[in-house]
Each structure stands twice: as C-alpha cells, then as structure tokens.
C-alpha cells in the first residue's frame, strides 16, 4: 500500500492512513512518501546551496523545519512519543543545517531529497508506536537499487528484501520509504520524482504480492487530465499496456516506469483515494475486456528531430545509423515518423541534443522545434475499432499536428502538436471522443 504526498501532508491524513493499513488481513507493506510540498522545498534548498546562497538556503530550511514542529503536535498526543519525533525531526534538521557549512555537489542534493521520505516514514512508525501497533520500519536504502544507467535492480532488490522479510516472520505490517534508493557508488540516489510509485511497484514485483494498492488524493485514474479538463472521470479497469501508455505519457498519478515491474510478475495494481476509500477506483491487470477509446493524456517539454536526406533514406540501414546515434547519448526516443525524404524523432531528455544533432548533420539536415507536446490516446484495440483516427482529428479541428503516430500498438494514438494548443487539444478531445 503506497501512500503519496497529501495522503501524508496532513496529521489527521497520517490517522486516516494508519486506519486503512490495519484494517486488512494480508501482511502489508506500506510505502510512503514525503509529506506533500516537502520534496519541493528540498529541491528549492538544493538550488540555493547550487547557487551558493547560503542566506537563502537557510530561510528555506528554517521555513520547512516550522512546519514539522507544528505537524508533529497535532500527530502525535504522549510525551514520550513527541520526544521521540523532536528527536527525529532534530535529527533531519541538523544533517540539513550543517549543508550549509559545506561545499555542495550532487551527491549531496541527492541526500537531500531524501530527507522527506525519511521524515514522513519515522513520523508514521512514531505514530504506530504510540497507538502500539506492531510493526517493523524497513528503511528502503537496505534493499532498493539501481545500477549505473539509473535502472532498478529487480532482482537483488527482490533477494535482499525477502531476506530481511523472512526475519520478521510473524510481522503483519512494515513501514518503508518510497521515491529512495542506492546507485551503484552505494550513495543515496532516488527513482526521480514522484518516484514512490515505482517503489510500490518494484516492492510487489519483488515480493510477488497478491496486490499494489496506489493510495492518491483522487478516485483513479481519470479518462482526461483532471487539472486541465473539466469533466473527467474515473476509469474501473485498465489493462497494464494502457496504464503504462498513460503514465509514460503523462498522467501524473502514476510515475511514468510504474508499470512494468507489476506486469512483469502479474500483480494488479489499484488505483485508489485516501480520502474516499470506499469508491471503485481503478483496477489495472492483465486483461481487459472493454473495447474502444479510454482515456487521453498529454507530456510536454518534448522536442522532435527531423532528418532529411533526399539521398539515404530509403537505404537500407539508414534507421540504424540514426537510433545508433541516440542510442550512443542514452536518450530515448518517444515517437517516429518517417517519409521517404525524412524522419522525425521526439525526445524529451535534451542533455545531449546539441551532440545528437551534430552528428546526425552528417547524415542529411537536421530542424530541431521545440516546446512541443504529445497528446496520447489510449484505449483497448482502437486500431481495430471503426472511425477513432476521424473523431480524433475531428476533434481537435484546426490544431496543427505536426506528427501522428497510429498502429504501432492496438491501444493507441498519439499526436505531437505545439505545447501551447495542449490544454486546448486535451478539452476539445474530451468533447469530441467522450459524449455521456
Ligand atoms: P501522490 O502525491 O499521491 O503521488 P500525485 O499528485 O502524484 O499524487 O498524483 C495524483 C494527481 O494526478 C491527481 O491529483 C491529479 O491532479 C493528477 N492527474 C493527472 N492526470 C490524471 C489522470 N488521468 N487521472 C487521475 N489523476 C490525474
Ligand atoms: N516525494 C517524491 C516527490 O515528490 C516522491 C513521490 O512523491 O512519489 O517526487
Ligand atoms: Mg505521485
């Protein structure tokens, strides 16, 4: 059961969790992470000390240690508990404050973003301890990895874990941070944000667990984009390749590699609201039987690439030698589209484009545009499914799209447009495809 942010931002939320993970039978494993606003605010003392601005940095440690010392009051009702949390809450506050007197570099704003994870999780078992409910704090840089390309290393994260869970053999409940791991320096690194998810997911993956409880603070995921459109609602089922779709294009309840690590070992992951446990949410497995679109979603900050070459396309091994270019500077490609004169790429990771672009002037020229957006739309067999592709075009009327890309798979479409028609293609989509 993964808790996220404001599931936990709040002390009687805190209550309200410790409710839902003892009213189960199973032997449970709950992930939390940061108090919401917490990895924010860590990121914004991250830069000031990257910036060198200590008198800053300074305000905005001050700023977060306040509300800490306000939460844990409410949280919290005995001496002996509220002693234990002022001595955590010191802790953390101290490792923070002495950053200040130290030269900074990236591994250390790394143990920095794991400060709210540790915090959020050692407040929770304080609050278990005081109401004396059994349980056992497993702290997740003891098993939680990844390798040199930032890749989770399932299968010892899966071999440590069991081992530590085969101690406790009697325990019901365990108490673990998610979003924070090791890398392979063996220093604290972290699943990038809104990286809880993931944790949630490696866990059950590596556990086999009979389930993957997502607890959020809304009631699954939404056919639309619910900070952007209207009238969005909830969808019941999902299959794991149209949620990973989903999550990878954009739909910010799910962290975008949560899906994997439950498909690969058949775990059905539950989409699920703290503050209404009792509704339906979403339920993502294997197999779905509902046919048509279901839902739309968009990722932006993405970049395309084109490369024209009157003379080398059609050239067998041409491809290659484009994605071997990409392939060298670990940047992965989302969409492709080709002509018999050009390719177009989208990426979204752009640390190496000016090398990526370099090298591909050698094979024809090369138009980079950026700021664009990808409008993804999801759904079971809508390859097959008479007339999607018209309403989706339709729909969006006279948008530009600048790319699309149909039947690669049978549960989508996705469209590149320029980011600032987003909003507008993601409302007008909602219109034209969802009519109830
Ligand atoms: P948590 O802190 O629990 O991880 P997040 O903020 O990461 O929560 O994710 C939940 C939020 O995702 C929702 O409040 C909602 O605004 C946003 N969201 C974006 N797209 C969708 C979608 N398609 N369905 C549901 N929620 C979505
Ligand atoms: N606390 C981390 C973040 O805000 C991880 C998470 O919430 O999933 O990104
Ligand atoms: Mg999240």
């Given at each position: 059961m993964?808790?996220?942010?404001?599931?936990?931002?709040?002390?009687?939320?805190m209550?309200?969790?410790?409710d839902?993970?003892?009213?189960g039978?199973?032997p449970?494993?709950?992930?939390?992470?940061?108090?919401?606003?917490?990895?924010?605010?860590?990121?914004?003392?991250g830069?000031?000390?990257?910036?060198?601005?200590?008198?800053?940095a300074?305000e905005?440690?001050d700023?977060?240690?306040a509300?800490y010392?306000?939460?844990?009051?409410?949280?919290?009702?005995?001496?002996?508990?509220r002693?234990?949390?002022?001595?955590?809450?010191?802790?953390?506050?101290?490792?923070l404050?002495?950053?200040?007197?130290?030269?900074?570099?990236?591994?250390i704003?790394?143990?920095?973003?794991?400060?709210?994870e540790?915090?959020?999780?050692?407040?929770?078992?304080t609050?278990?301890?005081?109401?004396?409910?059994?349980?056992?704090f497993l702290?997740?840089?003891?098993?939680?990895?990844?390798?040199?390309?930032?890749?989770?290393?399932?299968?010892?994260?899966?071999?440590?874990?069991?081992?530590?869970?085969a101690?406790?053999?009697?325990?019901?409940?365990?108490?673990?941070?998610?979003?924070?791991c090791?890398?392979?320096?063996n220093?604290?690194?972290?699943?990038?944000?809104g990286?809880?998810?993931?944790?949630?997911?490696?866990?059950a993956?590596?556990i086999?667990?009979?389930?993957?409880?997502?607890?959020?603070?809304?009631?699954?995921?939404?056919?639309?984009?619910?900070?952007?459109?209207?009238q969005?609602?909830?969808?019941?089922?999902?299959?794991?390749?149209?949620?990973?779709?989903?999550?990878?294009?954009?739909?910010?309840?799910?962290?975008?590699?949560?899906?994997?690590?439950?498909?690969?070992?058949?775990?059905?992951?539950k989409?699920?609201?703290?503050?209404?446990?009792?509704?339906?949410?979403?339920?993502?497995?294997?197999?779905?039987?509902?046919?048509?679109?279901k839902?739309i979603?968009a990722?932006?900050g993405?970049?395309?690439?084109?490369?024209?070459s009157?003379r080398?396309?059609?050239?067998?091994?041409?491809?290659r030698?484009i994605?071997e270019?990409?392939?060298k500077?670990?940047?992965?490609?989302?969409?492709?589209?080709?002509?018999e004169?050009?390719?177009?790429?989208?990426?979204?990771d752009?640390?190496?484009?000016?090398?990526?672009?370099?090298?591909l002037?050698a094979?024809?020229s090369v138009?980079?545009?950026r700021?664009?957006?990808?409008?993804?739309?999801?759904?079971?067999?809508?390859?097959?499914?008479?007339?999607?592709?018209?309403?989706?075009?339709?729909?969006?009327?006279?948008?530009?799209v600048r790319?699309?890309?149909?039947?690669?798979?049978?549960?989508?479409?996705?469209?590149?447009?320029?980011?600032?028609?987003k909003?507008e293609?993601?409302?007008?989509?909602?219109?034209?495809?969802?009519?109830w």
């Amino acid at each position: 059961m993964k808790f996220g942010g404001t599931s936990v931002g709040r002390p009687e939320r805190m209550h309200q969790v410790k409710d839902l993970v003892t009213s189960g039978d199973e032997p449970t494993i709950v992930v939390l992470s940061a108090l919401s606003g917490t990895t924010n605010a860590l990121v914004g003392i991250g830069e000031a000390l990257a910036d060198a601005d200590k008198a800053l940095a300074k305000e905005r440690i001050d700023a977060l240690h306040a509300h800490y010392l306000v939460f844990y009051k409410e949280l919290l009702q005995s001496d002996s508990a509220r002693a234990k949390a002022e001595g955590i809450i010191k802790e953390h506050f101290e490792f923070l404050n002495i950053l200040l007197k130290i030269s900074f570099n990236e591994a250390i704003n790394r143990d920095i973003l794991a400060q709210g994870e540790l915090l959020s999780t050692k407040l929770f078992y304080t609050l278990l301890e005081e109401l004396e409910i059994p349980a056992v704090f497993l702290p997740a840089l003891d098993f939680m990895s990844i390798d040199e390309n930032s890749e989770p290393e399932l299968g010892k994260i899966s071999e440590k874990l069991k081992a530590i869970l085969a101690e406790y053999g009697d325990t019901k409940l365990f108490v673990t941070q998610g979003y924070i791991c090791k890398n392979h320096r063996n220093e604290v690194d972290n699943l990038k944000r809104g990286g809880s998810d993931y944790t949630a997911s490696l866990i059950a993956a590596a556990i086999q667990a009979s389930a993957c409880e997502i607890w959020t603070d809304i009631d699954g995921m939404h056919n639309n984009d619910p900070r952007i459109v209207d009238q969005t609602r909830p969808i019941a089922e999902l299959s794991f390749d149209e949620a990973a779709e989903l999550a990878y294009f954009g739909a910010k309840i799910l962290h975008p590699a949560s899906i994997w690590p439950a498909q690969l070992y058949n775990v059905p992951v539950k989409l699920l609201n703290t503050m209404q446990p009792q509704a339906h949410g979403t339920l993502i497995k294997a197999e779905v039987d509902a046919i048509g679109v279901k839902a739309i979603a968009a990722k932006d900050g993405i970049t395309a690439v084109k490369i024209k070459s009157s003379r080398m396309l059609l050239a067998y091994g041409f491809l290659r030698r484009i994605f071997e270019i990409f392939e060298k500077y670990k940047t992965p490609i989302d969409m492709i589209t080709t002509s018999e004169v050009a390719v177009s790429v989208t990426i979204d990771d752009l640390s190496h484009l000016g090398q990526i672009t370099a090298e591909l002037e050698a094979l024809g020229s090369v138009e980079v545009d950026r700021n664009q957006a990808i409008v993804c739309i999801v759904g079971n067999e809508i390859s097959e499914t008479k007339g999607v592709i018209k309403s989706v075009m339709d729909a969006l009327e006279d948008i530009p799209v600048r790319m699309v890309s149909y039947g690669g798979s049978r549960h989508n479409v996705s469209l590149l447009i320029d980011a600032k028609f987003k909003n507008e293609a993601l409302q007008r989509l909602n219109t034209g495809l969802f009519s109830w």
